[in-house]
């Protein structure tokens, strides 16, 4: 089991950036970000491999970068020209059998932070 905790979280107006963290207990070969708005599903943001790998949904792309430090046990997301509808809590997840893709069978997930963008 893959410990996680996230942080980052917070409110910004839109235009604005954060940057969100995910320290982690042990590594795994898929990480990444997903997001959820009450009422709605489980929405996959942002995932990345080992290898360095990254996928992002249609919605960042431009906008949200991916990225981990190992020296720190530590994943990143960071997040510019945020828009409203990116409100949401934001997840991290690892470890994913048949690839990183971004579909909500992570087999582990951490509590969420909040982000409002208004």
């Known amino acids: 089991h893959v410990q996680l905790v996230e942080s980052g979280g917070g409110s910004v107006q839109p235009g604005g950036s954060l940057r969100l963290s995910c320290t982690y207990s042990?590594?795994?070969?898929?990480m990444g970000w997903f997001r959820q708005v009450p009422g709605n599903t489980r929405e996959g943001v942002a995932s990345?491999?080992?290898?360095?790998?990254?996928t992002y949904s249609n919605s960042v792309t431009g906008r949200f970068t991916i990225s981990e430090d190992t020296a720190r046990n530590t994943l990143f997301l960071n997040m510019n020209n945020l828009k409203p509808e990116d409100s949401a809590t934001y997840y991290c997840?690892?470890?994913?059998?048949?690839?990183?893709?971004?579909?909500?069978?992570?087999?582990?997930w951490g509590r969420g932070t909040q982000v409002t963008v208004s």
């Open positions: 990345m491999s080992s290898d360095g790998r990254t």
């Open positions: 997840v690892a470890e994913r059998y048949g690839g990183c893709k971004l579909e909500p069978d992570y087999r582990n």
């Open positions: 042990i590594s795994r070969y898929c």
